[in-house]
């Protein structure tokens, strides 16, 4: 026996189903921690990002390393939001890889973990 569905009954069985299945959460929440909503670019520890609009219809752009002075940029005029978001998304993926690939204590770098695995002793804590 060969049934036969239309694309819209389809589509309303599956909306059906997965409304069922996920409870009214949305798909792919994690129950298992508190807080899952991963850091944005936007979020790094030790990197500020300063963007506005200037008077004259452009936009301003800083990207500021708060570990090393030398990995910020000056502050940058943009024509549209958009260069401005991107030139700042750019600069902070560049300063975070520029902070995780450091020897001298890379932890303290991104101030995600308080210890230098090099220098580790146990009466330090393990995270902040």
């Known amino acids: 026996m060969i049934i036969t569905l239309r694309e819209s009954h389809l589509r309303s069985l599956i909306r059906r189903v997965l409304i069922e299945q ?3 959460t ?3 929440r994690n129950y298992h921690t508190l807080d899952n909503n991963p850091i944005s670019w936007q979020d790094y520890p030790g990197i ?4 506005y609009a200037s008077g004259d219809g ?3 752009a800083q990207v500021t390393c708060t570990v090393d002075d030398s990995l910020s940029t000056p ?3 943009f024509a ?3 260069d401005a978001t991107h030139f700042a998304r750019h600069h902070t993926d560049k300063i975070k890889r520029e902070l995780m690939s450091r020897e001298d204590i890379p ?3 991104i101030d995600i973990i308080t210890i230098d695995s090099a220098n580790y002793t146990s009466d330090l804590p393990l995270s902040k």
């Open 22 to 24: 996920g409870g009214g």
């Open 26 to 28: 949305a798909y792919g």
């Open 48 to 51: 500020d990002i300063d963007s």
């Open 58 to 60: 452009g936009y301003y």
């Open 75 to 77: 502050l940058r005029l």
């Open 80 to 82: 549209t939001e958009g």
């Open 107 to 109: 932890a303290k770098a």
